[in-house]
């Protein structure tokens, strides 16, 4: 069974472009969500999506946007980049949103570089 | 508001011991999920065992287990017969409430395996 997939996993931009990000969740599994680590913060949440509704989301500016597909893939999209959106941004999935026993597994994360 | 605090920044074990990395969290919620993750260089978040509140039995997965004792709010993980390729950053993290994905993650201990 595959896992999360995360494209793509490398990349630079340069301060001012966007950036879009793509996460596949494992097979059957409804319900995305984004998180972006740095060594400042740590590891953030960003936004969830369930059934491509956002559920719930972080306290990141409204350059960091989502979207969920019928197909349960998302991306996320960061506009008018800064340097310090350098991070590490990972995807996690689930088959439900919140529950008893629900287990939240992630990918291998996109690095992103912005200079 | 929840709140996960690991006290180890770093840890040293030998190879073929065990260890136990602290993990207390802090919430008002009576229904709520504890994980614990493990993050090598390569960045990817790789789940290693969930343990939730209304749970009467510790969790373990093959060599992980988690030692949870609710009344002190602590949810420690134990590595039985650490091996070099454990060596790497693990995160404790909390779900909080009965609905959203939403995880609060601690600073994190950076465990080392020595042969």
């Known amino acids: 069974k595959a896992g999360v997939t995360q494209t793509p996993r490398y990349l630079i931009k340069t301060r001012g472009q966007q950036v879009t990000l793509s996460c596949s969740p494992i097979s059957g599994h409804r319900s995305v969500s984004w998180y972006q680590q740095t060594p400042g913060q740590g590891l953030q949440f960003l936004f969830e999506y369930f059934s491509e509704t956002q559920r719930n989301k972080g306290n990141f500016p409204g350059r960091f946007s989502g979207r969920q597909f019928s197909n349960s893939r998302s991306e996320m999209n960061v506009s008018t980049l800064e340097l310090g959106d350098s991070a590490l941004y990972l995807c996690a999935s689930s088959w439900a949103t919140g529950g008893p026993g629900n287990t939240i597994y992630f990918g291998e994360g996109s690095w992103l570089t912005v200079v | 508001a929840q709140k996960i605090t690991q006290t180890q920044p770093g840890m040293f074990v030998q190879e073929k011991e065990a260890v136990t990395l602290d993990c207390t969290y802090d919430?008002?919620?009576?229904?709520?999920?504890l994980f614990w993750y493990k993050q090598p260089s390569s960045g990817e978040m790789i789940f290693l065992i969930y343990q939730g509140s209304y749970d009467e039995q510790n969790a373990t997965e093959g060599r992980y287990s988690l030692n949870f004792q609710k009344a002190r709010k602590s949810a420690n993980l134990v590595i039985s017969a650490s091996q070099l390729g454990d060596s790497a950053m693990y995160f404790c993290?909390?779900?909080?409430?009965?609905?959203?994905?939403?995880?609060?993650f601690g600073a994190g201990t950076i465990l080392r395996v020595k042969s």
């Open positions: 993290a909390m779900r909080e409430g009965e609905y959203g994905n939403k995880l609060v």
């Open positions: 919430t008002s919620d009576q229904s709520y999920g």
